[in-house]
C-alpha cells in the first residue's frame, strides 16, 4: 500500500482492514470513522487458536481506537477447528477490562 491509497481511503471514509495473520503484512493504519479487524489465526491461517500474549496485544489495540472515538469491529476468520467463537469471546473479555479499568 501507498501513501496515496491510504489517501483516497481517507478522502471516501473507507476503512482500510487490518489483518491478523503471519502471510499478510499488518499497516494497521487508520483510513475511516471506524476499525475493522480480520482475525486469520496467529500461527496458521485459518486453523490456529491466539494465545492470551497476542489476544492481550489485539484487545489493547481495539481499546486505543475505541477510546479515540471509533466504532471497532473484528471478524473472526479461523475456525477451521473452532477456534473463532472461542478466540472472540476472549477478545471481547479482555477488551471489557480495559475499557471498565
Avoid: I
Avoid at 8 to 25: D, H
Avoid at 42 to 57: D, P, T
Wanted: with cysteine.
Amino acid at each position: 500500500m501507498t501513501e496515496a491509497v491510504y489517501g483516497l481511503l481517507r478522502e471516501r471514509g473507507a476503512a482500510l482492514a487490518c489483518v491478523s495473520a503471519s502471510r499478510f503484512p499488518d499497516p494497521e493504519v487508520l483510513t475511516g470513522d471506524f476499525a475493522y479487524l480480520w482475525m486469520h489465526g496467529e500461527e496458521s491461517a485459518y486453523s490456529s487458536k491466539y494465545s492470551h500474549a497476542a489476544l492481550m496485544r489485539w484487545s489493547q489495540a481495539v481499546a486505543e481506537r475505541a477510546a479515540a472515538g471509533r466504532d471497532v469491529f473484528v471478524y473472526y476468520n479461523d475456525d477451521a477447528h473452532g477456534c473463532a467463537v472461542e478466540d472472540a469471546r476472549a477478545l471481547r473479555g479482555l477488551v471489557a477490562e480495559l475499557c471498565s479499568g
